[in-house]
């Protein structure tokens, strides 16, 4: 392999939220949704090449970086992105909570999948608006819409937005174009607007595909809103550019509206040069992250089976993100997470931050070598079973 994924590198002390945010340095952490490899080398030789420059003044967004977004989509996923679709913006989240503001009022209900992305609840509530949640059905060790339910739920005249996660964090499906069909023409009956969130839209393993949910069909698109950025899959979240793919010209005018009242309008140079680089130089590296990880997925499930088999793993068919289920221990997801960093010095996600639905549950993140993934999986083994 041409790059290094197994390499160390020390992040304490370089003010990573992940790595930093605990007081203890023997805490291991496992959990915030960025990796602890090095992006791709041609983002950090672009990024280097402006910051040479020594000036980083209000920046202006070129053709370049429209033509290489659209171009990426084109040839990667068959998705033809009109360049007037596009509003960029300062992040994933930035950008679903100015959507909620453009499409709702005070009072209306966003529909969602449970558990989902924990980001999603405050969007909603900080609009605002009220959850209307449709749980996702457990089907062994892999997760189902629930399209009874979420008919039911989508009929409720109160519910304005379904926000759709695809590919799923954290449970980890990657939606099949039937299943989004489906959820699709759901909506579709009942006026309800999609707002789908693709920030994992790279990171998908063989024998499964990413389906842009506003490809699928011309009423999807020009009902539809579509959230994307290159920052989970090249990690580069903290440059924070992002870019809604807005289809219909007058609901196009409503987003850029809301942007702009939440004055996330703006974007930094280093973002628009790491997105340029990324999108036209970097699909070798990333081709080769994704055998590393799903590499790393296959080394949890076996070690899982072997030293852990009272703690099932979901299938993993997109993202970085493992879904367990701890339910054996009888104890809620908030205290095994408290007692683990406690006792243990590992950091997990409470299943419980991605709703009620979560409970039982706790999320490994395990885009890091495969020596530190070990040591984490060895601090929970000792942790449940004792040295």
């Not at 959990?31 to 280097?48: G, K, N």
């Not at 020009?222 to 903290?238: D, E, L, M, R, Y």
Request: with cysteine; glycine share 6%.
């Amino acid at each position: 392999m041409k790059y290094d994924f197994d390499e160390v590198i020390s992040r304490r002390g370089t003010l990573s939220y992940k790595w930093d945010s605990a007081t203890d340095a023997e805490v291991l952490p496992l959990w915030v949704a960025d990796m602890d490899f090095r992006t791709s080398p041609a983002i950090i030789e672009a990024l280097q090449r402006r910051v040479a420059h020594g000036i980083f003044g209000y920046t202006r967004v070129p053709d370049a970086y429209y033509q290489a977004v659209t171009n990426w989509f084109a040839r990667r996923h068959g998705w033809n992105i009109q360049r007037e679709w596009m509003i960029y913006t300062s992040g994933v989240v930035p950008a679903v909570s100015a959507v909620i503001k453009a499409l709702t009022v005070p009072g209306d209900k966003v529909l969602v999948q449970t558990p989902v992305y924990n980001c999603f609840f405050s969007s909603i509530r900080n609009n605002g608006c009220t959850l209307a949640a449709s749980p996702l059905l457990r089907v062994g060790n892999t997760w189902q819409m629930d399209f009874e339910d979420l008919e039911r739920k989508a009929s409720d005249p109160d519910v304005k937005v379904f926000l759709l996660c695809n590919p799923h964090n954290p449970v980890g499906r990657v939606w099949t174009r039937e299943e989004l069909l489906k959820a699709g023409e759901i909506c579709s009956r009942h006026g309800v607007t999609v707002v789908s969130d693709e920030i994992h839209c790279e990171l998908v393993y063989p024998r499964h595909a990413y389906t842009p949910f506003a490809s699928i069909s011309d009423d999807f698109s020009a009902h539809a809103i579509v959230c994307i950025s290159p920052s989970k899959a090249f990690n580069i979240a903290g440059l924070q550019i992002a870019n809604i793919v807005v289809p219909d010209e007058e609901v196009r005018r409503k987003i850029d509206k809301a942007i702009n009242i939440n004055e996330v309008c703006d974007v930094n140079p280093f973002g628009v040069t790491a997105t340029i680089a990324a999108y036209t130089e970097g699909e070798e590296w990333l081709n080769q992250l994704l055998v590393y990880l799903q590499a790393n997925y296959k080394w949890m499930q076996d070690y899982c089976r072997t030293h852990l088999p009272d703690f099932p793993i979901s299938d993993l068919e997109g993202t970085y993100l493992v879904w367990m289920d701890c339910s054996i221990l009888h104890k809620t997801s908030d205290v095994l997470e408290q007692e683990l960093l406690d006792e243990s010095k590992l950091w997990l996600n409470a299943g419980t931050m991605y709703g009620a639905e979560g409970e039982g549950f706790m999320r490994w993140n395990i885009a890091c070598p495969r020596s530190v993934l070990a040591e984490g999986l060895e601090r929970f083994r000792s942790y449940v079973y004792g040295k």
